[in-house]
């Protein structure tokens, strides 16, 4: 069994302790390999990952109907729903399955980016579409016991609960709408407020957020990228980046790009999709899974001058 030498992020002083080092860190720093171990069961199409102790949390989407394209909008909607099933993996440092639930509501198949606030992993559950709409879950980490907490008008493909002010914290489609949610106890209280009331728009697009988790002192870390062509008739170009979010503006704070790819045919940024970081003894470790059905738990520890 693998073993990594890393110093856990659940306190605030270890939270304010990784925030300072990933400010530390720019495109000049240096990204050392440390295992790339194979995922040992079908992955699908990863979303979103999270730790708790010695367990990886991964939610992915199984495809069965692909959705296509309309001529035109039609209720907003620029494709048809789709078919699919939801899952949530756990999963061991070695890659081996420990424990599999299933999440969809009807046209709702699609899980998103996931956190973990000590309790409970919150996991969106959206439609394959944007301006769709969601369900969010929360799942307890032991008994993989899921509850519908509150449902909405919007595709939500991330969420992180932020306890220090009470609130959740989601992004929609491409993570151009940022959502904010207030908590009173395990009720949300303004589930059924104006959307418009409870977002404000992300000024930062030069990458879309995929997987955001809780930091401390109401900031989020989230990974992402997005495909760029040099013209019409160019290949794509994937830049991926992690960014530092301020909860309560909704503006970046600091952000680096991540130009690190897998091998193979279907090259993909790291930053596609799962991942989670800590700190380590070299300064700062980030886990990643960009790759479907077949994938690798991709570790990388970052020197932090």
């Keep these: 069994m693998l073993t990594f030498a890393v110093l856990f992020t659940g306190s605030a002083g270890a939270q304010a302790d990784l ?16 295992s790339a171990e194979i995922v040992n069961f079908q992955t699908f199409h990863t979303q979103g990952m999270t730790r708790v102790g010695d367990a990886f949390f991964m939610s ?10 309309y001529p035109e909008l039609r209720d907003g909607l620029d494709r048809t729903a789709g078919e699919g099933m939801g899952h949530l993996f756990k999963f061991d440092l070695d890659g081996n399955l420990l424990a599999s639930i299933t ?4 046209d709702m198949y699609h899980p998103g980016g996931i956190d973990y606030d000590d309790r409970y992993i919150w996991v969106p559950v959206a439609e394959y579409r944007p301006n769709s709409a969601s369900v969010i879950y929360r799942v307890d980490p032991d008994t993989m016991e899921a509850t519908a907490v509150f449902r909405f008008p919007d595709h939500i493909g991330g969420i992180v609960h932020n306890p220090d002010d009470g609130t959740l914290h989601g992004v929609s489609w491409g ?3 940022l959502y904010t949610w207030d908590l009173d106890g395990d009720i949300v209280v303004n589930a059924d407020a104006d959307p418009e009331s409870l977002r404000t728009l992300n000024t930062q697009h030069y990458i879309d957020y995929q997987d955001c988790q809780y930091v401390g002192d109401a900031r989020m870390l989230c990974s992402g990228l997005t495909n760029y062509r040099m013209d019409a008739e160019s290949p794509v170009f994937p830049l991926g980046g992690l960014e530092l979010v301020d909860l309560r503006s909704g503006l970046p704070i600091h952000q680096v790009p991540v130009r690190l790819y897998t091998q193979g045919e279907n090259r993909r940024v790291l930053t596609q999709n799962p991942f989670f970081v800590e700190t380590s003894d070299a300064g700062l470790r980030v886990y990643f899974v960009p790759e479907d059905d077949t994938s690798h738990l991709f570790v990388y520890d970052v020197e932090v001058r």
Excluded at 60 to 69: A, K, Y
């Design 19 to 34: 925030v300072e080092r990933f400010r530390s860190i720019d495109r000049g720093s240096s990204w050392q390999l440390v």
């Design 60 to 69: 992915s989407v199984e495809i069965v109907v692909r959705t296509e394209r």
């Design 103 to 106: 999440l969809a509501e009807g």
């Design 175 to 177: 993570s151009r709408r």
